[in-house]
């Protein structure tokens, strides 16, 4: 039996445990420092065991998640370094950032335990175990930063353990790594942020902006509905990254006013055609690329009880909801009902089913 402990069980930690466990060869346990997550995580069946006390949890591991925010990972690598550990225990994390984390890593190796930084490039706005699922990391880039002293072997024996995720594991070097996912993840959350921002700022009495904001604001800012605290531990710690990036958005920033200022027709449209031939070379439905959340939206037609009829017709057809939300996004209508589900095969069942019962039901692209 492998016995992987993970320290932080909320959507990423979880929705690891969830892919490892289809190996039943691994047992799992999960520590976390909020007791409320791990009953919920037991209680979905996302752990073997649960436990308060970190000493317990890594006492008996075979491989080590840290799947805490950024900010948490020194305390928790620190506690590791006095901490008894089985020799030729793979610690390994899932945070955000490698260059910083792998800055942590030394002083295992003197004591046949090893450390390979980790982060799987797939997520969610949502945090927390109840939004964790055994596919998220389905088809994403799964990166790994090993030491230059970390023997092949270990790395080897990592892939094997993340198989069932199905993920795409690379080994990369941590500085590219910060760099590119910089620009690729990190600062993306900064302009969905300040754009939200800007708009909120010119927000009227009668709520206009929030009315009209339609597709396209939706798209480019879902992310800004992401954990602040999150995104705070991982800025601060990608901060020589960040910087030139904002540097070189201020630039990019200046060179549209000026083509603005000069009405610079061909101007525009090459900015606009260069972005656009770059998008659509990106792979499709790669998660790295794109975002994993199965969810589908239903009118709601202006009846008694009709969430509950809903919710009742999908459990009486074993679909099962992670999530119910109404949207008030349109007027016409009584409101649009949000469902979020655990897989893709759930969303499509359920679109079936709606459908046949005469539901009008949307997905996003
Ligand atoms: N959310 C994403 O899209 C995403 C994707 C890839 C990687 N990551 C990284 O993975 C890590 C976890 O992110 P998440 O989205 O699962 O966050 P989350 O908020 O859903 O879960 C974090 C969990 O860690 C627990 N925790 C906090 N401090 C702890 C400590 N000292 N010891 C043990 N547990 C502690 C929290 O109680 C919570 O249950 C972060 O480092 C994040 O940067 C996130
Ligand atoms: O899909 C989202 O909401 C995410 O923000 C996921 C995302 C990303 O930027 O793509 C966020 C942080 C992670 O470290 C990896 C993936």
């Known amino acids: 039996m492998t016995e992987v402990a993970i320290l932080g069980v909320g959507l990423i930690g979880g929705s690891l445990a969830l892919s490892l466990k289809k190996n039943k060869d691994v047992?799992?346990?999960?520590?976390?420092?909020?007791?409320?997550?791990?009953?919920?995580?037991?209680?979905?069946?996302?752990?073997?065991?649960?436990?308060?006390q970190l000493a317990e949890a890594v006492a008996e591991a075979d491989f080590i998640f840290l799947c805490a925010p950024v900010g948490k990972l020194q305390e928790l690598i620190s506690f590791l370094r006095y901490t008894p550990l089985k020799p030729g225990a793979v610690i390994t994390d899932t945070g955000s950032t490698k260059v910083a984390v792998m800055e942590l890593s030394h002083g295992f190796a003197q004591r046949g335990v090893h450390f390979i930084g980790g982060h799987?490039?797939?997520?969610?706005?949502?945090?927390?175990?109840?939004?964790?699922?055994?596919?998220l990391f389905e088809n994403a880039y799964f990166v790994l930063t090993p030491t230059d002293g970390t023997p092949v072997e270990v790395v080897d024996d990592m892939k094997v353990l993340l198989a069932p995720t199905n993920a795409k594991v690379v080994v990369m070097d941590a500085q590219k790594h910060d760099e590119v996912v910089?620009?690729?993840?990190?600062?993306?959350?900064?302009?969905?942020?300040?754009?939200?921002?800007?708009?909120?700022?010119?927000?009227?009495?009668?709520?206009?902006?929030?009315?009209?904001?339609?597709?396209?604001?939706?798209?480019i800012t879902r992310i800004a509905s992401s954990n602040p605290r999150m995104w705070r531990d991982i800025l601060l710690s990608n901060r020589p990254v960040m910087k030139q990036l904002a540097q070189d958005w201020r630039t990019v920033l200046d060179s549209m006013i000026d083509l603005i200022e000069k009405a610079d027709g061909p101007g525009i449209e090459q900015f606009f055609a260069s972005a656009r031939a770059y998008r659509d070379g990106l792979p499709e439905k790669q998660k790295g690329a794109i975002?994993?959340?199965?969810?589908?939206?239903?009118?709601?037609?202006?009846?008694?009880g009709v969430i509950g009829k809903v919710t009742t017709l999908l459990g009486e057809h074993t679909i099962n909801l992670t999530n119910v939300r109404i949207m008030e996004t349109r007027e016409d209508i009584l409101g649009v009902l949000r469902l979020s589900f655990r897989s893709q095969e759930d969303v499509e069942r359920a679109v079936v089913l709606l459908q046949e019962r005469g539901y009008t039901v949307y997905q996003r692209e």
């Open 182 to 219: 910089g620009a690729i993840s990190h600062f993306p959350h900064i302009i969905a942020s300040s754009l939200v921002n800007l708009v909120a700022n010119c927000e009227d009495e009668e709520s206009w902006y929030r009315k009209l904001a339609a597709g396209g604001f939706r798209d």
């Open 27 to 52: 047992h799992i346990t999960g520590f976390d420092v909020v007791e409320d997550n791990l009953r919920m995580a037991l209680s979905l069946g996302v752990l073997d065991r649960g436990t308060n």
């Open 120 to 135: 799987p490039m797939a997520g969610s706005h949502k945090s927390g175990v109840e939004a964790s699922h055994d596919r």
């Open 291 to 304: 975002a994993s959340y199965f969810e589908l939206y239903l009118d709601i037609p202006d009846e008694p």
